[in-house]
């Protein structure tokens, strides 16, 4: 005997309300990070021991700065699928959890923020 | 065994008490490593603002990653990257149906370990080598 009521059940969203959403988009945001982190580790190993113009050479140019700002953007949003599944699975009072979450998400939007803002500057000066 | 304070019924088996496999190895690995590269986004975002500030804050970043201290961290960041890649990976095989059975389900996992760590000192041979630290 199901506990669910039948409204619950047709509209397939499970305990989390959000149904299978998130496991659906961590695994898109998995398979775009495969080239996009590819790209961004060869790209950095150039740097090495470089100076900042080479940095800021390389973004002034259209396409990585695109790429760069893809790559932040899924990253970032990967990082709030699974911090969310970690959380959901070890912070046991309802309290915790929002506490939690929206810390998680407030740290992604300041990255996110701060590292789009300093790509748009190399990019445009 | 453990017992439930509340109720005094036993506990369902913890973590401690099974056997190590490379399987449960290499998905806690997993957790820890996507958590670790989580608070290593605050050192992309930094390298970002310091190429856009102008070179001393650049200087300042390279300053902070150019010492035993900045290769250890900078060591665990890219190690962390390399097997949440190779891993995340295995995930997706097995999301497609592949290699669930647990003999290859273990070599995948062994092979993982082999390639990040592989991967990493590579990585940081080829820096070391090219910031001429090691000839």
């Known amino acids: 005997m199901s506990m669910e009521t039948p409204l619950h059940r047709v509209q397939g969203l499970g305990p ?10 961590q695994r898109i945001t998995a398979v775009a990070l495969i080239p996009l982190t590819v790209w961004f580790v060869i790209s950095a190993l150039a740097f090495v021991g470089a100076p900042g113009f080479a940095v800021d050479t390389f973004f002034q140019h259209p396409m990585n700065a695109a790429l760069m700002g893809i790559f932040v953007v899924i990253l970032l949003y990967h990082m709030v699928i699974g911090l969310q599944s970690v959380i959901d699975d070890y912070a046991h009072s309802d309290g915790w959890k929002i506490v939690l979450l929206l810390l998680s998400r407030a740290f992604a939007i300041v990255v996110g923020v701060a590292s789009i803002i ?8 | 065994m453990a017992e439930n304070p509340r109720t005094a019924r036993p506990l ?7 056997r190590w496999q490379v399987t449960m190895a290499a998905s806690i690995t997993h957790r820890v490593t996507g958590v670790a590269l989580s608070a290593g986004t605050v050192l992309l975002a930094w390298w970002l603002i310091a190429a856009a500030s102008g070179p001393e804050s650049y200087a300042l970043f390279q300053k902070a990653a150019a010492n035993p ?7 665990g960041f890219v190690w962390s990257l390399m097997f949440h890649f190779l891993n995340g990976i295995r995930h997706l095989a097995w999301d497609l149906g592949y290699g669930f059975a647990v003999p290859t389900a273990n070599r995948t996992g062994v092979l993982v370990y082999a390639l990040s760590v592989l991967f990493a000192v590579g990585i940081f041979a080829w820096a070391f080598h090219h910031a001429g630290i090691v000839p």
């Not at chain 2, 369902?12 to 099974?18: E, K, L």
């Open chain 2, 69 to 75: 201290v900045g290769w250890v961290v900078l060591f």
């Open chain 1, 118 to 125: 300093a790509l748009l500057r190399i990019a445009i000066a």
């Open chain 2, 12 to 18: 369902s088996p913890f973590v401690t008490i099974y």
């Open chain 1, 16 to 25: 989390a309300h959000s149904g299978t959403q998130h496991f659906w988009r």
